[in-house]
Nanobody
Framework: QVQVVESGGGLVQAGGSLRLSCVAS????????VAWFRQVPGKQREFVAE???????GYSNPVNGRFTISRDDAKNTVYLQMNGLKPEDTGIYFC?????????WGQGTQVTVTS
């Protein structure tokens, strides 16, 4: 059974940093894209960042220049380093593993940024 588990969320003041982790089990992330999304109550889940199987990153405009996505295939883990956090970054952050014939979402980790 394929699972992804997010961790690393928490409460932080504006300007602070957090590093989120997404660990996959039951499969390998090698060669597969992994993305981060976030969601706040009442709003649609929005794309944050993605890293391809070849390690090419991509970011949404709101986080570009502040967030960095990376991967460690040996640890089956993708990271999201978040610097310069803003209150509008608050939300539940989800990891999505994209394999050739299926995608798997995690349960999410809460990030709260206070002003």
């Amino acid at each position: 059974q394929v699972q992804v588990v997010e961790s690393g969320g928490g409460l932080v003041q504006a300007g602070g940093s957090l590093r989120l982790s997404c660990v996959a089990s039951g499969t390998t992330i090698y060669g597969n894209s992994v993305a981060w999304f976030r969601q706040v109550p009442g709003k649609q889940r929005e794309f944050v960042a993605e890293i391809t199987g070849g390690g090419v990153p991509g970011y949404s405009n709101p986080v570009n220049g502040r967030f960095t996505i990376s991967r460690d295939d040996a640890k089956n883990t993708v990271y999201l380093q978040m610097n310069g956090l803003k209150p509008e970054d608050t939300g539940i952050y989800f990891c999505k593993l994209r394999e050739p014939f299926s995608s798997t979402w995690g349960q999410g980790t809460q990030v709260t940024v206070t002003s």
